[in-house]
């Protein structure tokens, strides 16, 4: 069941999103503590039956400023008006809980995620309560996994999450897995926990509703990916075909601790971006064709226990030229895995290339390696190059700049560009303003996305 959380600081504004919520929202949750006015029962006169009323302390995670006597205060308030829970700390006193009715029990660690959190939650449902709620902070994957082995030891009145980034999958799956509740927030931009997504995100985008007891899980890896495409366009399929599987953003850092997570899971498969493409390939059982050619991978799958890497980018990409009828030389910007098999797959291709980036010394031993041309970075915008492939990160999420001069484009040219963001990039921009034919990163994005789309269902 999914709890929405209210954190307005105006009654008014609270009692407008509270009777706004739609019914696909079983419970709402009032944060007392972030109102200029706690007084439950304005809350409780309107929608005493889905009320969960809280007053949470700053230790945990919490605002309210008065005194302990005055915060039990008004949560004994709400429940003399009728609130459907109140939430009750974990180390209240349990003579507060009465005969546990209408009472939520929690404990909430803002920090990390306690070692031993089994005896954490065993400790906990020994308190007296109708339902218990354990929220901890996952500093990486192996800490939501503890979070979800946890969910499936405690059933019955449970609700377990993980709070930050890392935790998302925690509140997607939690009712897949038999959490009692399921916390969001009410409305986009009103988060009142670190990681929490907009009730509309989880119903629409995530779809937690249709998911059933085990949905194939998919996922994007890479680091800094809060702007990528990828998660709507793979759940837009997966609602339009009513497929009970879910596409998730694996936003981080640490590729082992990545693997350790896909492993145990498991994952049915994922697309893969930077920094891991390279990286990736000998963590995996065995590489495809294309991921061979490539040199790196952006598309796993998952096969009876062995994970098979793909590389789409390079098909997509070798696709796209030929629709567009781009013609020998092509100028490939970039000396990171993206264009170094933009390189490979183009030369397999048959056409001529050449290389050039900015750092001079990666590029000449990339281009010897690959035996294709080399340019200097310096001499890019010289160069008689019948379609230019720009594979640098210039540009990338909206970030202002092009990898080459305007003068540099000549009508008819082919350029296509990776990077994307929420607006053109400059040197689409520009490129169009000269009359060259151009694919942008979205439509490069959507066609290797097709391709991936295939591999996930095969």
């Given at each position: 069941?999914?709890?929405?959380?209210?954190?307005?600081?105006?009654?008014?504004?609270?009692?407008?999103?509270?009777?706004?919520?739609?019914?696909?929202?079983?419970?709402?949750?009032?944060?007392?503590?972030?109102?200029?006015?706690?007084?439950?029962?304005?809350?409780?006169?309107?929608?005493?039956?889905?009320?969960v009323v809280t007053c949470?302390?700053?230790?945990?995670?919490?605002?309210?400023?008065?005194?302990?006597?005055?915060?039990?205060?008004?949560?004994?308030?709400?429940?003399?008006?009728?609130?459907?829970?109140?939430?009750?700390?974990?180390?209240?006193?349990?003579?507060?809980?009465?005969?546990?009715?209408?009472?939520i029990r929690s404990f909430?660690?803002?920090?990390?995620?306690?070692?031993?959190?089994?005896?954490?939650?065993?400790?906990?449902?020994?308190?007296?309560?109708?339902?218990?709620?354990?929220?901890?902070?996952?500093?990486?994957?192996?800490?939501?996994?503890?979070?979800?082995?946890?969910?499936?030891?405690?059933?019955?009145?449970?609700?377990?999450?993980?709070?930050?980034?890392?935790?998302?999958?925690?509140?997607?799956?939690?009712?897949?897995?038999?959490?009692?509740?399921?916390?969001?927030?009410?409305?986009?931009?009103?988060?009142?926990?670190?990681?929490?997504?907009?009730?509309?995100?989880?119903?629409?985008?995530?779809?937690?509703?249709?998911?059933?007891?085990?949905?194939?899980?998919?996922?994007?890896?890479?680091?800094?990916?809060?702007?990528?495409?990828?998660?709507?366009?793979?759940?837009?399929?997966?609602?339009?075909?009513?497929?009970?599987?879910?596409?998730?953003?694996?936003?981080?850092?640490?590729?082992?601790?990545?693997?350790?997570f896909a492993r145990t899971?498991?994952?049915?498969?994922?697309?893969?971006?930077?920094?891991?493409?390279?990286?990736?390939?000998?963590?995996?059982?065995?590489?495809?064709?294309?991921?061979?050619?490539?040199?790196?991978?952006?598309?796993?799958?998952?096969?009876?226990?062995?994970?098979?890497?793909?590389?789409?980018?390079?098909?997509?990409?070798?696709?796209?030229?030929?629709?567009?009828?781009?013609?020998?030389?092509?100028?490939?910007?970039?000396?990171?895995?993206?264009?170094?098999?933009?390189?490979?797959?183009?030369?397999?291709?048959?056409?001529?290339?050449?290389?050039?980036?900015?750092?001079?010394?990666?590029?000449?031993?990339?281009?010897?390696?690959?035996?294709?041309?080399?340019?200097?970075?310096?001499?890019?915008?010289?160069?008689?190059?019948?379609?230019?492939?720009?594979?640098?990160?210039?540009?990338?999420?909206?970030?202002?700049?092009?990898?080459?001069?305007?003068?540099?484009?000549?009508?008819?040219?082919?350029?296509?560009?990776?990077?994307?963001?929420?607006?053109?990039?400059?040197?689409?921009?520009?490129?169009?303003?000269?009359?060259?034919?151009?694919?942008?990163?979205?439509?490069?994005?959507?066609?290797?996305?097709?391709?991936?789309?295939?591999?996930?269902?095969?």
């Amino acid at each position: 069941m999914l709890c929405a959380c209210i954190g307005e600081k105006t009654r008014v504004a609270a009692l407008a999103l509270l009777r706004s919520l739609p019914m696909e929202v079983t419970f709402a949750e009032i944060r007392l503590d972030l109102l200029d006015d706690p007084s439950p029962e304005p809350f409780c006169a309107e929608a005493a039956d889905r009320l969960v009323v809280t007053c949470r302390r700053p230790r945990d995670g919490g605002h309210f400023d008065g005194s302990e006597e005055e915060r039990l205060g008004f949560l004994a308030r709400a429940r003399s008006a009728g609130a459907r829970f109140i939430d009750l700390e974990m180390d209240a006193d349990d003579r507060m809980a009465g005969d546990a009715r209408g009472v939520i029990r929690s404990f909430h660690d803002v920090t990390g995620t306690p070692p031993d959190l089994d005896r954490v939650a065993t400790e906990l449902r020994r308190r007296r309560g109708e339902a218990w709620k354990l929220a901890v902070t996952a500093r990486d994957l192996s800490d939501s996994m503890k979070v979800l082995a946890c969910l499936e030891r405690h059933r019955g009145g449970f609700a377990c999450m993980a709070m930050g980034p890392a935790g998302l999958i925690t509140r997607v799956l939690a009712e897949s897995r038999g959490s009692f509740l399921t916390f969001c927030a009410a409305r986009d931009g009103a988060e009142t926990a670190p990681g929490q997504v907009s009730a509309s995100e989880m119903l629409h985008h995530y779809r937690v509703r249709h998911l059933g007891r085990r949905p194939s899980i998919y996922g994007l890896l890479g680091t800094g990916i809060a702007h990528s495409l990828s998660p709507r366009l793979h759940n837009g399929w997966f609602a339009r075909r009513a497929e009970r599987c879910v596409y998730l953003p694996f936003d981080t850092t640490d590729l082992d601790d990545f693997m350790a997570f896909a492993r145990t899971l498991p994952l049915s498969g994922w697309s893969v971006t930077a920094p891991f493409k390279e990286a990736i390939s000998t963590k995996l059982d065995r590489l495809s064709r294309s991921a061979r050619l490539a040199g790196c991978v952006n598309t796993v799958v998952c096969r009876k226990g062995k994970m098979v890497g793909y590389n789409t980018d390079v098909r997509a990409l070798v696709s796209l030229i030929r629709r567009a009828r781009g013609r020998s030389p092509v100028l490939v910007l970039g000396s990171g895995s993206t264009a170094k098999a933009a390189c490979r797959a183009l030369s397999a291709a048959g056409y001529s290339v050449m290389l050039s980036a900015r750092r001079d010394r990666a590029a000449r031993q990339a281009a010897a390696d690959l035996r294709i041309w080399f340019v200097p970075w310096g001499e890019r915008g010289s160069v008689r190059a019948s379609a230019i492939v720009n594979a640098t990160s210039v540009g990338h999420g909206g970030r202002p700049g092009a990898p080459l001069p305007d003068t540099a484009l000549r009508t008819g040219q082919l350029v296509i560009d990776f990077p994307y963001g929420p607006r053109e990039t400059d040197l689409v921009r520009a490129a169009r303003a000269r009359s060259c034919v151009v694919v942008d990163g979205k439509r490069i994005l959507l066609e290797q996305a097709r391709l991936q789309r295939r591999l996930f269902r095969d």
